[in-house]
């Protein structure tokens, strides 16, 4: 299919020239998720894509071009810890196998309205938790650059699908990098907006005061297109912010400054580069790559200058204590009451509990909900949560400071790139504390997720491995907050001088 | 022998009278079919987030204005995990370090007419748990309990006293008057058997002039008066026995059995009772300004208080007449229509007859039937006053009208002077038909003749009695003890 | 700070979950290290902080207390594990 690995921008010009009907359009990924060997969607359900794209086509018939939504009849997978009435929501565990939502998430309705096609879930870490797509119970997430390797996480499923050409577009949530990390390990590109910007109504909660739900596509107009169906303020949410909806693509293609030519498209804008993130703990690389990006973005007329985050270590255990404490709490309700799994070993109540929960959540779930618990108990509460708390204020006044002398700040997703299954992140750090490995590499993501930040990740570069695979290297931005749109802006402008977006992986590759 | 002290603390759980619940959108109404009056919020559905009900902060300013407590300019709702079926999310969204209202007093009569006024620690709002049924239940299979969570989200207020009452009466009192004042505001619909106000009693005993507290036990869940008198006596000479006999009081909960008259130890909810509690990060911080708070107090009725205050000044009622009369806003609506229908008598008199006719005839018949209220007693305002004339002008004995209340309450459409004609229960003031009956009395009791004139006054009320009867009531008691003087005196 | 077997335990208990050897030989490590990193918090100057639970200090927004129609019972309880006479159904609850 000619289209598989077009952004969504063509695939509104195929549709709208008649070139391929919206049916059509969905067929084709259909066919691509059915029996696909990355592990990327859960759940599929062709009639019901289908029947939306009929309904979609009949909209699109009727609507004049200049008056159709962008996203309509455009199709996208959703990440499955958005909960949707017509496929099961499992949140990537065993506890909510089966499981039938009443009602569609708030942002899923939102794409519904605009016109977007479901077609199905994508596959994520159990509960969001991790980085790697490991630790979904029901199957692993594999590269598409080499099957071999993680595709991140904990969004892996929706980041394998856009990069493998099983969808245009998907959904994902990032709480402390879920949808940067994997976007940046499989290439494409993909935004984590400002907390509040798109409402956690029916998003299976993780940490409230962190998860953000966001597009991830293969460019930044795409995602810029996505998430202003997405986003608006909730009144069903007491955290989504009271802002007038914007259009996030509107700043696209124009000048970001006064200063701005056509050459220099980003000459005035300044950029910070945080000393921590560009220490020795990124790979070479990683490190090359970057230092090619920043390049090319100078060429552009950027400003690069150095910026001090100093609390960016302190941010991941701050991350690990509050995350895993408000997942501690989220995840009491399964109980194996109401809805989810009920062990059929149960006697009594307290057996119902335990052996249902034991029995459906994995390990790194179980492990998260008792470092939380404890950071919670009587006795340790101030010392961890509290205090956690308290490094948070100082972790967003750092970037509060930092955006007193840059526009934006540039810096690497994750410190390497894509590590095999079953391995663990090869960090300087980690030398000391092989156990936490896994969440050592989450140290510049995490920043922007406890500060309440718009974030991005864009395709950089490559690294070429012994094996012949290229693994993608993604350039992270964030901004201040409410900035998206502008960011988005300074990302495509990126897209107009590079093509690593336009890359795609060589499927004729080694698979394990 | 110690003399011991009871410690008393009440913490009662009122829900309040919203149309929605706590966090979310679903009715309150109380008695629908199991869970159709859930909402997935209420189910905690994976993705269900809860959404404040203005309506309850609103209830809670005023009771806090009311009771002159401090509203907190910032609160915070906070969770409380723990496990249990009946609480859907494994957590209870309550409040914790920054309660909506901190402080404030509600000051009551006793029942011999003294005053006290309980200091409140709190009152916070948080959301009411579901129901379990157990086996017994039609269609329920053995060993199994059903979880109903109807009632699960619907709002509560929790006011909390200081430990600062010393017998189950004054409890008690208090409990009637909290019940009395939030039913007032209309913020609770008052019902005791529906479950709208709930009380938990932390008792504990120390001799009498300790300063240090004793080990406490909770008694939870006591939805009438009386019982939660039975078993703050019960409680406290269980724990005085077991102290007395050398063992040690277990700070545990407690649930009161009201057939077997006692107190017993229930089966712990949670372990360890670590509530891990944190702010919840789905709920902001709540701030309540000035101006809502002003816009509430312009909104609020008067108070039981101030409306105890002014039956004082204006009619001249003791503290405990005020107390009763004050009640409720029905029960005052009843006395001031009643005092209004009443113009030719004077106004303290009038006040103090209305008044006691309210403490005793009606409330009794009240009490006898279940669930009504002044606003629905038979014998309405007009009615009463017009027995209150005939009463007044004297056509009618005290024991007659008595008798007419009863009947009138069985059928309130009779009229009084019409009662009073067709059964001829018109007073007799005549003197001559008086003395006859005096005549006959004296000359029948010799006995009772001497002890009077022996100086036991015991002996004329005995005979006034006995002129009562021959009169068939009807005789002026007055008039007869007159009578009956002036003859025995001659 | 280490974390002991019987407070290990407690945690468990306390989350309704079962401990297994294999817990204690794999995932109480976990927990310890993360402790212990979660102790280097105490390094930061956080004096007269105060501790941001919601990155924009948002403030409460109330909903109108009006009562809406709810989805069907049939709807709600689809997923119930046992059900019975429009309960849900679970062992015994002990009071």
Redesign the interface.
Same mark, same amino acid.
Request: hydrophobic share 35%; aromatic share 8%; charged share 15%.
């Given at each position: 299919m000619e289209f598989r690995f077009s952004p969504l921008s063509e695939l509104r010009r195929a549709l709208d020239s008649g070139m391929v009907s919206v049916e059509e359009l969905a067929q084709d990924y259909l066919a691509a998720l059915k029996n696909e060997p990355f592990g990327a969607s859960l759940a599929v359900a062709p009639e019901l894509t289908l029947k939306q794209a009929r309904y979609c086509q009949n909209l699109l018939e009727k609507t004049p071009p200049d008056q159709r939504s962008p996203l309509l009849g455009l199709p996208v997978i959703h990440k499955d810890v958005f909960v949707t009435t017509g496929w099961p929501t499992t949140a990537g565990s065993k506890i909510l196998e089966n499981y039938q939502s009443p009602f569609n998430a708030q942002a899923v309705d939102q794409l519904e309205s605009a016109g977007m096609v479901c077609l199905g879930k994508a596959n994520c870490d159990e509960f969001a938790m991790g980085s790697t797509n490991e630790h979904s119970a029901y199957k692993p997430a594999r590269n598409p650059w080499d099957t071999r390797r993680i595709p991140g996480g904990s969004s892996g499923g929706s980041a394998v699908a856009v990069a493998a050409g099983l969808a245009p577009a998907a959904t994902g949530t990032d709480t402390g990098g879920s949808i940067r990390q994997p976007a940046a390990m499989c290439g494409i590109t993909g935004i984590k907006p400002t907390y509040g910007r798109v409402s956690r109504w029916g998003l299976v909660a993780y940490a409230s005061s962190l998860d953000q739900a966001g597009p991830m596509a293969r460019t930044a107009q795409d995602c810029a297109w996505m998430l202003s169906a997405m986003a608006g303020f909730d009144p069903k949410d007491s955290t989504s912010l009271n802002e007038p909806s914007e259009d996030f693509a509107r700043l696209l293609g124009k000048p970001m400054t006064d200063a701005a030519s056509t050459e220099q498209p980003l000459r005035g804008l300044r950029l910070g580069m945080p000393s921590q993130y560009f220490s020795n703990q990124i790979s070479p690389a990683v490190a090359k790559a970057l230092e090619a990006a920043l390049q090319v973005l100078r060429g552009l007329g950027a400003e690069t200058l150095e910026v001090d985050l100093p609390r960016t270590e302190l941010s991941l255990p701050a991350y690990y204590v509050i995350a895993p404490a408000e997942a501690s709490s989220n995840l009491s309700r399964f109980d194996g009451v109401r809805y989810g799994h009920r062990s059929e070993k149960a006697t009594d109540l307290e057996s119902l509990y335990c052996l249902s929960r034991t029995e459906a959540f994995g390990p790194e779930v179980r492990r998260r909900i008792l470092l939380g618990s404890y950071v919670l108990s009587h006795g340790y509460y101030d010392a961890y949560y509290l205090q956690a708390q308290k490094v948070r204020r100082l972790v967003a006044m750092d970037f509060d400071r930092a955006f007193e002398h840059c526009d934006f700040i540039v810096g690497p997703v994750s410190p390497v790139t894509a590590w095999r299954l079953g391995d663990s992140p090869a960090l300087e750090a980690a030398k000391d504390n092989p156990l936490l490995a896994e969440y050592l590499s989450d140290v510049f993501t995490l920043g922007a997720s406890l500060s309440g930040l718009p974030a991005m990740s864009m395709p950089c570069g490559f690294e070429s491995t012994a094996g012949g695979h290229r693994l993608p290297v993604g350039l992270q931005l964030i901004g201040p907050r409410f900035e998206e749109a502008k960011m988005l802006a300074l990302a495509d402008h990126f897209q107009l001088a590079t093509n690593f977006h336009e890359q795609t992986p060589d499927f004729s590759g080694a698979q394990s | 022998m110690t003399t011991w002290e009871i410690v008393v603390g009440l913490e009662t759980h009122v829900q309040l009278k919203? +149309?929605?619940k706590m966090f979310s $959108?679903?009715?309150?109404a109380f008695g629908a079919?199991?869970?159709? /009056?859930?909402? !997935?919020i209420d189910?905690?559905? $994976?993705?269900? %987030?809860?959404? !404040?009900? =203005?309506?309850?902060? #609103?209830c809670a300013i005023r009771f806090g204005l009311a009771v002159g407590g401090e509203i907190a300019r910032r609160s915070v709702?906070a @969770?409380k995990?723990y496990? &249990? !079926?009946?609480l859907?999310?494994? &957590?209870q969204i309550s409040q914790f370090e920054l309660p909506v209202v901190a402080g404030g007093s509600l000051s009551f009569c006793l029942s011999d007419g003294s005053e006290r006024t309980v200091q409140l620690t709190r009152a916070h709002l948080e959301e009411d748990a579901g129901k379990?049924?157990?086996?017994g %239940?039609?269609? =329920?299979?053995p /060993?199994?309990?059903?979880? #109903? %969570?109807n009632r699960a989200g619907t709002p509560l207020l929790e006011i909390v006293t200081e430990p600062v009452m010393r017998s189950a009466q004054e409890a008690a009192a208090y409990a009637r008057a909290l019940h009395g004042l939030v039913t007032w505001m209309d913020i609770c619909d008052g019902n005791l058997q529906e479950g709208s106000f709930r009380c938990d009693a932390n008792v504990s005993v120390r001799p009498k002039g300790s300063e240090a507290f004793g080990t406490r036990c909770e008694i939870k869940n006591i939805n009438s008066f009386r019982f939660l008198e039975r078993a703050i006596e019960y409680e406290a000479a269980r724990q005085i026995e077991l102290i007395e006999s050398g063992g040690q009081v277990r700070q545990e909960t407690r %649930?009161f059995d009201p057939d077997r008259d006692e107190t017993r130890s229930? @089966?712990s909810k949670e372990?360890?009772h670590?509530y +891990? &509690?944190?702010?919840d990060?789905?709920? !902001?911080? =709540? =701030?309540i300004d000035e101006k809502t708070i002003d816009q509430v107090r312009q909104s609020m009725p008067i108070l039981p208080k101030q409306a105890r205050l002014k039956l004082m000044e204006q009619f001249g009622l003791s503290a405990q007449d005020a107390d009763l009369v004050a009640a409720s806003r029905e029960a005052l609506s009843f006395f001031q229509k009643t005092v209004e229908a009443l113009p030719g008598l004077e106004p303290t008199k009038t006040a103090k007859l209305v008044a006691n006719w309210m403490a005793a005839d009606l409330s009794t018949f009240l009490n006898r039937s279940e669930g009504l209220g002044y606003g629905e007693a038979p014998v309405t305002p007009l009615l009463l006053a017009s027995l209150l004339q005939r009463l007044g002008d004297g056509t009618i004995s005290s024991k007659i009208a008595r008798e007419l209340f009863a009947q009138l309450w069985q059928d309130p459409k009779q009229t009084v002077d019409g009662l009073i004609e067709s059964q001829g229960l018109r007073q007799v003031q005549d003197t001559g038909q008086i003395d006859g009956w005096v005549a006959e009395v004296i000359s029948a009791n010799p006995k009772m003749v001497d002890e009077y004139k022996a100086g036991k006054d015991k002996a004329l009320n005995a005979m006034v009695g006995q002129v009562m009867k021959k009169s068939q009531g009807k005789a002026n008691p007055s008039a007869v003890t007159q009578a009956l003087k002036s003859k025995l005196d001659a | 700070m280490s974390l002991s077997k019987d407070q290990f335990d407690k945690l468990a208990r306390l989350s309704r979950l079962s401990v297994t050897a294999e817990d204690h030989d794999r995932i109480l490590p976990a927990i310890d290290a993360m402790v212990t990193w979660a102790d280097t918090l105490r390094q930061a100057p956080t004096q007269g902080l105060e501790p941001m639970a919601n990155p924009h200090d948002m403030v409460l927004r109330l909903r109108e207390d009006l009562a809406q129609p709810l989805p069907s019972r049939e709807a709600l309880m689809r997923n119930a594990p046992q059900m019975a006479e429009g309960f849900f159904i679970v062992p015994r609850v002990v009071e």
């Open positions: - | 919203t +149309r929605s $959108p679903a009715p309150t079919k199991p869970n159709t /009056q859930a909402h !997935p189910l905690a559905l $994976p993705g269900v %987030l809860p959404s !404040p009900n =203005l309506g309850a902060i #609103d709702f @969770r995990n496990f &249990y !079926p009946d859907p999310k494994g &957590y379990s049924v157990h086996e %239940l039609a269609g =329920l299979a /060993q199994t309990s059903g979880i #109903d %969570l %649930l229930m @089966r372990d360890a670590d +891990r &509690y944190f702010p990060p789905d709920l !902001p911080t =709540l =701030l | -």
